[in-house]
Protein backbone atom coordinates (compact mmCIF):
# COMPACT_ATOMS: atom_id res chain seq x y z
CA UNK A 1 0.00 0.00 0.00
CA UNK A 2 1.45 3.34 -0.91
CA UNK A 3 2.61 5.95 1.63
CA UNK A 4 1.96 9.33 0.59
CA UNK A 5 -0.20 11.90 1.49
CA UNK A 6 -1.41 15.20 0.18
CA UNK A 7 -3.52 18.11 1.79
CA UNK A 8 -5.98 19.40 1.51
CA UNK A 9 -8.10 17.19 -0.74
CA UNK A 10 -10.19 19.76 -1.44
CA UNK A 11 -9.65 24.04 -1.75
CA UNK A 12 -11.80 26.40 -2.61
CA UNK A 13 -9.83 30.27 -2.17
CA UNK A 14 -9.95 33.51 -3.17
CA UNK A 15 -7.70 34.83 -6.19
CA UNK A 16 -4.50 36.83 -4.87
CA UNK A 17 -3.89 34.09 -1.64
CA UNK A 18 -1.15 32.38 -1.15
CA UNK A 19 -1.34 28.92 -0.90
CA UNK A 20 0.86 25.74 -0.31
CA UNK A 21 -0.19 21.96 -1.08
CA UNK A 22 1.49 19.59 1.04
CA UNK A 23 2.70 15.88 -0.30
CA UNK A 24 4.53 13.83 2.41
CA UNK A 25 5.83 10.03 1.47
CA UNK A 26 7.22 7.79 4.46
CA UNK A 27 8.62 5.31 1.77
CA UNK A 28 12.11 6.85 1.89
CA UNK A 29 11.76 7.04 -2.06
CA UNK A 30 14.45 9.82 -3.69
CA UNK A 31 12.49 11.06 -6.78
CA UNK A 32 8.91 12.92 -6.28
CA UNK A 33 7.16 14.40 -8.89
CA UNK A 34 4.32 17.17 -8.96
CA UNK A 35 1.37 17.24 -11.52
CA UNK A 36 -1.44 18.94 -12.87
CA UNK A 37 -4.31 17.59 -14.62
CA UNK A 38 -7.86 19.08 -15.33
CA UNK A 39 -11.39 16.41 -15.52
CA UNK A 40 -11.06 14.32 -17.98
CA UNK A 41 -7.16 15.63 -20.05
CA UNK A 42 -3.83 14.15 -19.26
CA UNK A 43 -1.54 14.87 -16.39
CA UNK A 44 1.13 17.01 -16.99
CA UNK A 45 4.56 17.63 -15.35
CA UNK A 46 5.15 20.40 -13.88
CA UNK A 47 8.11 19.89 -10.98
CA UNK A 48 10.20 16.82 -9.98
CA UNK A 49 13.01 16.49 -7.25
CA UNK A 50 15.30 13.21 -7.84
CA UNK A 51 16.19 14.34 -3.93
CA UNK A 52 17.17 16.79 -1.09
CA UNK A 53 17.87 20.17 -2.60
CA UNK A 54 17.15 19.27 -6.13
CA UNK A 55 14.22 20.76 -7.54
CA UNK A 56 13.41 20.82 -11.49
CA UNK A 57 10.47 22.59 -13.73
CA UNK A 58 8.81 19.79 -15.98
CA UNK A 59 7.39 20.19 -18.80
CA UNK A 60 4.56 21.96 -18.53
CA UNK A 61 5.15 25.89 -17.73
CA UNK A 62 3.79 26.69 -14.15
CA UNK A 63 3.54 29.95 -11.76
CA UNK A 64 4.11 27.09 -8.83
CA UNK A 65 7.43 26.62 -6.70
CA UNK A 66 8.40 23.44 -4.78
CA UNK A 67 10.91 22.79 -2.29
CA UNK A 68 12.63 19.86 -1.19
CA UNK A 69 14.53 20.24 2.08
CA UNK A 70 13.64 16.87 3.79
CA UNK A 71 13.36 13.87 1.70
CA UNK A 72 9.69 12.22 2.61
CA UNK A 73 8.32 16.13 2.22
CA UNK A 74 7.42 18.08 -1.59
CA UNK A 75 5.56 20.80 -0.50
CA UNK A 76 3.76 22.97 -3.81
CA UNK A 77 3.43 26.84 -3.23
CA UNK A 78 1.59 29.42 -5.46
CA UNK A 79 2.60 32.89 -4.15
CA UNK A 80 -1.06 34.59 -5.38
CA UNK A 81 -3.40 32.40 -6.68
CA UNK A 82 -5.49 32.67 -9.92
CA UNK A 83 -8.75 31.23 -11.92
CA UNK A 84 -6.40 29.74 -14.36
CA UNK A 85 -5.06 28.11 -11.63
CA UNK A 86 -8.27 26.00 -10.80
CA UNK A 87 -7.48 22.01 -11.49
CA UNK A 88 -5.99 18.52 -9.64
CA UNK A 89 -3.23 18.57 -8.61
CA UNK A 90 -1.35 15.14 -8.01
CA UNK A 91 1.72 14.23 -6.31
CA UNK A 92 3.88 11.08 -6.75
CA UNK A 93 6.77 9.79 -5.88
CA UNK A 94 9.74 6.64 -6.50
CA UNK A 95 12.78 5.01 -5.94
CA UNK A 96 15.49 4.73 -8.26
CA UNK A 97 14.78 4.36 -11.99
CA UNK A 98 15.02 0.74 -12.75
CA UNK A 99 12.74 -2.44 -13.21
CA UNK A 100 9.57 -2.62 -10.93
CA UNK A 101 10.77 1.05 -9.99
CA UNK A 102 6.71 2.24 -9.97
CA UNK A 103 5.67 5.28 -8.66
CA UNK A 104 3.28 5.66 -6.14
CA UNK A 105 0.38 8.43 -6.07
CA UNK A 106 -1.04 10.67 -3.70
CA UNK A 107 -5.40 11.17 -3.75
CA UNK A 108 -4.93 14.75 -4.98
CA UNK A 109 -5.71 18.40 -4.54
CA UNK A 110 -8.57 19.27 -6.18
CA UNK A 111 -7.99 23.43 -6.27
CA UNK A 112 -10.98 26.04 -7.18
CA UNK A 113 -9.54 29.83 -7.23
CA UNK A 114 -12.69 32.32 -7.34
CA UNK B 1 11.67 16.18 -25.10
CA UNK B 2 9.31 13.87 -25.62
CA UNK B 3 6.29 13.16 -27.54
CA UNK B 4 3.98 10.25 -25.84
CA UNK B 5 0.29 9.79 -28.37
CA UNK B 6 -2.35 7.56 -27.67
CA UNK B 7 -5.74 7.10 -29.23
CA UNK B 8 -7.83 9.49 -27.11
CA UNK B 9 -11.07 7.45 -26.59
CA UNK B 10 -12.05 3.40 -27.33
CA UNK B 11 -14.62 1.61 -26.76
CA UNK B 12 -15.22 -2.54 -26.38
CA UNK B 13 -17.88 -5.35 -24.85
CA UNK B 14 -17.66 -7.46 -21.96
CA UNK B 15 -15.74 -10.12 -21.69
CA UNK B 16 -13.85 -9.04 -24.95
CA UNK B 17 -10.25 -8.27 -26.02
CA UNK B 18 -8.87 -4.65 -26.29
CA UNK B 19 -5.61 -3.31 -27.68
CA UNK B 20 -4.66 0.22 -26.04
CA UNK B 21 -1.66 1.70 -28.42
CA UNK B 22 1.09 3.91 -27.77
CA UNK B 23 3.18 5.60 -29.48
CA UNK B 24 6.12 8.13 -28.47
CA UNK B 25 8.83 10.33 -29.48
CA UNK B 26 12.00 10.53 -27.49
CA UNK B 27 16.07 11.14 -27.41
CA UNK B 28 16.18 8.28 -24.76
CA UNK B 29 14.85 6.45 -21.74
CA UNK B 30 14.97 4.02 -19.60
CA UNK B 31 11.13 2.26 -19.21
CA UNK B 32 7.57 2.63 -20.02
CA UNK B 33 4.56 2.12 -17.76
CA UNK B 34 1.26 1.37 -18.19
CA UNK B 35 -1.41 3.19 -15.26
CA UNK B 36 -4.87 2.64 -14.78
CA UNK B 37 -6.64 6.00 -13.27
CA UNK B 38 -10.76 5.85 -12.63
CA UNK B 39 -12.60 9.47 -13.13
CA UNK B 40 -11.57 11.18 -9.96
CA UNK B 41 -9.16 9.28 -8.76
CA UNK B 42 -5.27 8.57 -8.69
CA UNK B 43 -3.49 6.13 -10.96
CA UNK B 44 -2.63 3.47 -10.36
CA UNK B 45 0.07 1.00 -11.66
CA UNK B 46 -0.65 -2.15 -14.30
CA UNK B 47 3.23 -2.52 -16.08
CA UNK B 48 6.36 -1.88 -16.63
CA UNK B 49 8.46 -2.77 -19.91
CA UNK B 50 12.49 -2.20 -19.74
CA UNK B 51 13.04 -4.61 -22.50
CA UNK B 52 11.70 -5.20 -25.61
CA UNK B 53 9.08 -8.08 -25.59
CA UNK B 54 5.57 -9.02 -23.41
CA UNK B 55 5.31 -8.79 -19.93
CA UNK B 56 1.94 -10.81 -19.02
CA UNK B 57 0.16 -10.23 -15.22
CA UNK B 58 -3.31 -11.82 -15.50
CA UNK B 59 -5.86 -9.98 -17.57
CA UNK B 60 -2.93 -7.49 -18.44
CA UNK B 61 -0.48 -7.47 -20.74
CA UNK B 62 1.94 -4.97 -21.91
CA UNK B 63 4.42 -4.72 -25.22
CA UNK B 64 7.33 -3.04 -26.18
CA UNK B 65 9.34 -2.17 -29.50
CA UNK B 66 12.23 0.00 -29.01
CA UNK B 67 13.28 -0.14 -32.51
CA UNK B 68 9.33 1.12 -33.36
CA UNK B 69 8.92 3.56 -30.45
CA UNK B 70 5.40 1.54 -29.77
CA UNK B 71 4.10 0.44 -27.16
CA UNK B 72 0.43 -1.50 -26.13
CA UNK B 73 -1.26 -2.75 -23.26
CA UNK B 74 -3.40 -5.94 -23.71
CA UNK B 75 -6.79 -5.91 -21.72
CA UNK B 76 -8.48 -9.93 -21.79
CA UNK B 77 -12.16 -11.00 -20.68
CA UNK B 78 -13.26 -6.87 -20.32
CA UNK B 79 -14.88 -6.19 -17.56
CA UNK B 80 -17.45 -3.06 -16.68
CA UNK B 81 -14.67 -1.77 -13.90
CA UNK B 82 -12.37 -1.95 -16.53
CA UNK B 83 -13.96 1.21 -17.62
CA UNK B 84 -11.26 3.99 -17.13
CA UNK B 85 -8.48 5.87 -18.67
CA UNK B 86 -5.19 3.73 -19.71
CA UNK B 87 -2.25 5.94 -19.28
CA UNK B 88 1.45 5.40 -21.01
CA UNK B 89 4.37 6.99 -19.07
CA UNK B 90 8.41 6.69 -20.25
CA UNK B 91 10.83 6.81 -17.36
CA UNK B 92 13.85 8.75 -17.47
CA UNK B 93 16.65 11.84 -16.70
CA UNK B 94 15.23 11.35 -13.67
CA UNK B 95 11.64 12.05 -14.84
CA UNK B 96 8.26 10.56 -15.46
CA UNK B 97 6.25 11.79 -18.46
CA UNK B 98 2.96 11.09 -19.03
CA UNK B 99 1.28 10.66 -22.62
CA UNK B 100 -2.24 11.88 -23.39
CA UNK B 101 -4.18 8.61 -21.88
CA UNK B 102 -6.76 6.78 -23.60
CA UNK B 103 -10.43 6.65 -22.60
CA UNK B 104 -11.95 2.98 -22.41
CA UNK B 105 -15.42 2.53 -21.84
CA UNK B 106 -16.75 -1.33 -21.76
CA UNK B 107 -20.30 -1.76 -22.30
CA UNK B 108 -22.44 -5.27 -21.21
Known amino acids: EADIYQTPRYLVIGTGKKITLECSQT?????MYWYQQDPGMELHLIHY???????EKGDLSSESTVSRIRTEHFPLTLESARPSHTSQYLC?????????????FGQGTRLTVV | GQNIDQPTEMTATEGAIVQINCTYQ??????LFWYQQHAGEAPTFLSY????GLEEKGRFSSFLSRSKGYSYLLLKELQMKDSASYLC?????????FGTGTRLLVSP
Open chain 2, 89 to 97: ALTGFQKLV
Open chain 2, 49 to 52: NVLD
Open chain 1, 49 to 55: SYGVNST
Open chain 2, 26 to 31: TSGFNG
Open chain 1, 27 to 31: MGHDK
Open chain 1, 92 to 104: ASSEFEGKNTEAF
